[in-house]
């Protein structure tokens, strides 16, 4: 089993509408978590870290469920520039060592 | 502006050569971060290290050698060895310690033909 699993996708929306998707992690001990953003051809970049409580930045809502081990994002009024690959990261502390998810595809048509 | 950096973006090399890949930071972070990035898939951890002159293999580091003499600096190689080095490489780096996220480099494509 894959330490960190999501959706490949692709989620195909059209623009102003809301895709939720989530990430499942194996590693009860994880403790930090976050949503990567990366374009076609790019470096992965920070979306947002998730926070415990769940956290929202403009558009976008990250969730933790630590019962069921899976994280959520979810973007509303999507934009054509919301495109891309949102990769999910988990951190053990332990051994700071990272995992990734391979990837969830969006892709907003107009 | 503090960074990390990754060279070249572009790297051509003939099958049964090694390669070393260039990976430095200005960020004063402890931990860096290897990881190779194939079409369609997620990124895949070779090699990681939490300080100087430490380091421990990721999932895929057969085939790949680094080495942390400095902390900001942390080469990989790609030995003849990896039989498919064909890939998008990612260096990062964190702070090493409480909740921080990665900052990537930019890159380096490697084909071997």
């Known amino acids: 089993r894959k330490e960190v699993e999501q959706d490949p996708g692709p989620f195909n929306v059209p623009e102003g509408a809301t895709v939720a998707f989530n990430c499942t992690y194996s590693?009860?001990?994880?403790?930090?978590f976050f949503w990567y953003r990366q374009d076609c051809r790019k470096e992965p970049k920070l979306l947002m870290s998730?926070?415990?409580s769940g956290n929202e930045d403009g558009r976008f809502t990250a969730q933790l469920n630590r019962a069921s081990q899976y994280i959520s994002l979810l973007i509303r009024d999507s934009k054509l520039s919301d495109s891309a690959t949102y990769l999910c990261?988990?951190?053990?502390?332990?051994?700071?060592?990272?995992?990734f998810g391979a990837g969830t595809t969006v892709t907003v048509r107009a | 502006d503090g960074g990390i950096t990754q060279s070249p973006k572009y790297l051509f090399r003939k099958e049964g050569q090694n390669v070393t890949l260039s990976c430095e930071q200005n960020?004063?972070?402890?931990?860096m971060y290897w990881y190779r990035q194939d079409p369609g898939q997620g990124l895949r951890l070779i090699y990681y290290?939490?300080?100087?002159?430490?380091?421990q293999k990721g999932d895929i580091a057969e085939g790949y050698s680094v080495s942390r003499e400095k902390k900001e600096s942390f080469p990989l190689t790609v030995t003849s060895a990896q039989k498919n080095p064909t890939a998008f490489y990612l260096c990062?780096?964190?702070?090493?310690?409480?909740?921080?996220?990665?900052?990537f480099g930019n890159g380096t494509r490697l084909t071997v033909t």
């Open positions: 990261v988990v951190l053990d502390l332990n051994d700071y060592k990272l995992s």
């Open positions: 590693n009860s001990a994880s403790q930090s």
């Open positions: 998730v926070y415990s």
């Open positions: 960020l004063n972070h402890d931990a």
């Open positions: 990062a780096s964190t702070p090493g310690q409480g909740y921080s996220p990665l900052h």
């Open positions: 290290s939490q300080i100087v002159n430490d380091f």
